[in-house]
């Protein structure tokens, strides 16, 4: 069974970053495919970005192409969110998920364990 712990949210000014922590125990996050999500009050879990097993490879939501970035650090078993140029709009619980797949997908329930997930508040 994963067991993921995220970590690293806060409150931060518009423009500002934030790094996301998501570390895993019980097996090695380098063989799952991984997916972070967003929820903010009130609506639907959105799907924020994904790394697919195979090939490494990121898909981004629109609303986070340029601004997001997934990586990895295979040794601490841990993958990481950086969120640059942050808008109220990114105001969310942010989670993380691991999917046993070679590759990712944008739908939530085709993800096997998540986090408690991390709350992202960007307010001046």
């Known amino acids: 069974q994963v067991q993921l712990a995220e970590s690293g949210g806060g409150l931060v000014q518009p423009g500002g970053s934030l790094r996301l922590s998501c570390t895993a125990s019980?097996?090695?996050?380098?063989?799952?495919?991984i997916g972070w999500f967003r929820q903010a009050p009130g609506k639907e879990r959105e799907w924020v970005l994904c790394?697919?097993?195979?090939?490494?490879?990121?898909y981004y939501a629109d609303s986070t192409k340029g601004r997001f970035t997934i990586s990895k650090d295979n040794a601490k078993n841990t993958v990481y969110l950086q969120m640059n140029g942050l808008r109220p709009e990114d105001i969310a619980v942010y989670y993380c998920?691991?999917?046993?797949?070679?590759?990712?997908?944008?739908?939530?329930?085709?993800?096997?364990?998540w986090g408690q997930g991390t709350q992202v508040t960007v307010s001046s």
């Open positions: 998920a691991t999917r046993r797949s070679r590759f990712c997908s944008r739908n939530p329930i085709d993800y096997d364990s």
């Open positions: 019980g097996v090695s996050l380098a063989d799952y495919s």
């Open positions: 790394e697919s097993h195979v090939g490494d490879t990121t």
